[in-house]
């Protein structure tokens, strides 16, 4: 099991930008992936990004891509989601997950068997 607590959230002006972490502790090998997944109130959880914990693939939803980038710090067991351009619909709780290996980046949750508490992420317009 991977242990995963996130932190960085908080309000921002439409434009503006934020950098979540995710520091992961536990049972986490290059093969492991990260995903980061946000939910607003009344919507079901979605998928932003993945990344292969050797930091060699990523993946993004179409709603972030070229605003948003996954990366990871393997020194300090941490992952980051630089978040620019924020827009208010980008307004949600942001969740950081691991999942064992897949051969392709899942652009959802399934498989994911390991989330942390989530951290909110406030956009105003």
């Known amino acids: 099991q991977v242990q995963l607590v996130e932190s960085g959230g908080g309000l921002v002006q439409a434009g503006g930008s934020l950098r979540l972490s995710c520091a992961a502790s536990?049972?986490?090998?290059?093969?492991?992936?990260m995903g980061w997944f946000r939910q607003a109130p009344g919507k079901n959880r979605e998928f932003v990004a993945v990344?292969?914990?050797?930091?060699?693939?990523?993946l993004y939803s179409d709603s972030v891509k070229g605003r948003f980038t996954i990366s990871v710090e393997n020194a300090k067991n941490t992952v980051y989601l630089e978040m620019n351009s924020l827009k208010p619909e980008d307004t949600a709780v942001y969740y950081c997950?691991?999942?064992?290996?897949?051969?392709?980046?899942?652009?959802?949750?399934?498989?994911?068997?390991?989330w942390g508490q989530g951290t909110q992420v406030t956009v105003s317009s």
């Open positions: 997950a691991a999942r064992p290996y897949s051969a392709i980046l899942p652009p959802t949750t399934a498989g994911f068997n390991s």
């Open positions: 536990g049972r986490i090998s290059s093969s492991t992936l």
């Open positions: 990344i292969r914990w050797n930091g060699l693939n990523t």
